[in-house]
Nanobody, 121 residues
Framework: VQLQASGGGLVQAGGSLRLSCTSS????????VGWFRQAPGKEREFIAL????????YYTDSVKGRFTISRDNAKNTVYLEMNNLIPAETAVYYC???????????????WGQGTLVTVSS
C-alpha cells in the first residue's frame, strides 16, 4: 500500500484546508486510516482515525468539532477537512494505514510522505 498525502498549504488563522490521502494499493477499504501531525521540534501526534468499511471515526480532543475525517473507498482516498485552524497547528500532516483501530503510530504499517500545513496569525 502506497499513500500520497496532499492538500497542505498556507492558510490564515481561522481558515480551512482539506487534506487528501490517496492510496495506489488494493484492498484500501479494508485498512483503517489515521492522520497524524508533527510540529517542529515535537513528537508526531495522532489527530483522527477512520475505519475501513463501516467508516467509524475517532478524534483527539483538540480537534473535535473542527476537523472531519471521511473516506471514499471507490476513489481510494481519505480526507481530512480542517476548519478554524490556529497557528499552533502548523505542522507536517501525515496519513497512515493499518489493520488495527489505533491511535498509536506503531500500529500503522504504511505512511504517506506528509504535507505541510502552515497557519499564519
Amino acid at each position: 500500500v502506497q499513500l500520497q498525502a496532499s492538500g497542505g498549504g498556507l492558510v490564515q488563522a481561522g481558515g480551512s484546508l482539506r487534506l487528501s490521502c490517496t492510496s495506489s494499493g488494493q484492498a484500501f477499504s479494508t485498512y483503517a486510516v489515521g492522520w497524524f501531525r508533527q510540529a517542529p521540534g515535537k513528537e508526531r501526534e495522532f489527530i483522527a482515525l477512520i475505519s475501513g468499511v463501516d467508516k467509524s471515526t475517532y478524534y483527539t480532543d483538540s480537534v473535535k468539532g473542527r476537523f472531519t475525517i471521511s473516506r471514499d473507498n471507490a476513489k481510494n482516498t481519505v480526507y481530512l477537512e480542517m476548519n478554524n485552524l490556529i497557528p499552533a497547528e502548523t505542522a507536517v500532516y501525515y496519513c497512515a494505514a493499518g489493520r488495527l483501530w489505533s491511535v498509536y503510530r506503531r500500529d500503522y504499517d504504511y505512511w504517506g510522505q506528509g504535507t505541510l500545513v502552515t497557519v499564519s496569525s
